[in-house]
């Protein structure tokens, strides 16, 4: 090997905002066939959104209301559809996101952040500063837990919730599905015990993504999407950026053995994250790629870091190091 040449690749790279490890990392990229992509934050934004709630006491009453109703007109809208109760709906969902936002701040996950500037909006006006969290936990790829007011709240997807005897309402299974097979992901609250109601989050495909995925597959690349969010999430952004290779509801060590079962086909594999979830999976992977964007444990454990949360700039390493290789032999 030349190590001039992988000197001058590294070099090349910093010029363009991709950050190389060392010469190493680049002999190390050789044959890469397969690239295995972190849903949120990697392929999105990362800036999710809240888009609508339903708080459990508020919904139910919706629920029966509307099966009240001779003519079955559902009611897509939420808050629409709640006549006489409306006020103690508004005051349920008001206090469904004040316990969890004031929980979530703790949090740096995308759907903390979303929920906590949600109650933040939504409240900031009327109730002043959310209360402070005690005993937080992080319950990793599952959700979080701790004390808010008095309150043992929990947040988190319906895996943390059935993992700690909390029972959902049938009819919650309805709304969780439409909810997922509209792309979007709910999230659930316990408080005290109880089932409280259901948050549901959202975010965008980053504009760069498509093209950056036609560019992997133009290089000849396998594209996968990885993630921890539900399969109907994973499939909206898959579809929306061509990609068809979906393992979903992936925990954090799911996802190490995504890439081992991957290396295991004979496949060589560079994994691209931003989240501490990331982490073990881009150590695991032939090439670890975290975006600069992303959590310094993502970072840490990559061997190129592109700074700009980019997917091009992703496409614009993997073309370098096959170019700097083929200097080489
Ligand atoms: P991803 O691979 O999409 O980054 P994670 O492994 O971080 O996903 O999380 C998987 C799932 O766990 C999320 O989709 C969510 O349902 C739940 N979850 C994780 N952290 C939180 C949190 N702080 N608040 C609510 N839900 C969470
Ligand atoms: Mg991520």
């Known amino acids: 090997a030349t190590p001039t040449a992988l000197l001058v690749g590294t070099g090349r790279g910093a010029q363009l905002g991709i950050l190389i490890r060392g010469p190493e990392v680049l002999e190390a990229s ?24 339903h ?65 933040r909006e939504t ?13 937080f936990t992080n319950h ?6 701790g004390t808010v007011s008095e309150r043992l709240v929990m947040v988190g997807r319906r895996e943390l919730l059935r993992q700690h005897g909390i029972e959902l309402p049938a009819e919650v299974a309805g709304l969780l599905a439409q909810a997922e097979s509209q792309g979007s992901t709910p999230v659930l609250v316990a408080v005290d015990g109880s089932f409280a109601g259901v948050l ?40 929306e950026v061509g990609i ?3 393992i979903a509801e992936a925990l954090p060590q799911d996802k190490v053995e995504a890439i081992l079962r991957l290396q295991e086909q004979g496949r060589t594999v560079a994994m691209v994250g ?15 790629i975290a975006m600069g964007t992303g959590t310094d444990v993502a970072i840490n454990a990559a061997g190129i870091t592109v700074m700009r949360g980019d997917l091009r700039s992703v496409a614009d ?5 096959r170019r700097t290789l083929r200097v080489i032999r």
């Open 123 to 135: 409240l900031g006006s009327t109730s002043g500063k959310l209360p402070a969290a005690s005993d």
């Open 30 to 53: 050789r044959g890469i066939d397969t690239v295995v992509l972190d849903k949120t934050g990697t392929v999105t934004t990362g800036a999710m959104k809240l888009a609508a709630m």
């Open 317 to 321: 390493a993997l073309a370098l190091s």
């Open 55 to 119: 708080s459990a006491r508020a919904w139910a009453a919706s629920v029966s209301s509307e099966r009240d109703r001779a003519d079955g007109g559902r009611d897509g809208g939420g808050h629409a559809g709640r006549d006489g109760d409306g006020d103690a709906g508004r005051d349920d969902d008001a206090e469904l996101l004040r316990l969890a936002g004031a929980l979530e701040s703790a949090s740096e996950h995308p759907i903390a952040r979303a929920v906590t500037n949600a109650a």
């Open 274 to 288: 931003d989240g501490v979830n990331d982490a073990a999976a881009l150590a695991q992977a032939d090439l670890g």
């Open 244 to 246: 068809e290779e979906v």
């Open 200 to 239: 549901i989050v959202s975010d965008a495909v980053k504009d760069t993504s498509a093209e950056a995925v036609a560019r992997f597959t133009a290089m000849g690349l396998s594209v996968v999407l990885l993630t921890g969010d539900n399969a109907g999430a994973a499939h909206r952004v898959a579809a």
């Open 140 to 145: 990793q790829g599952y959700g979080v837990s």
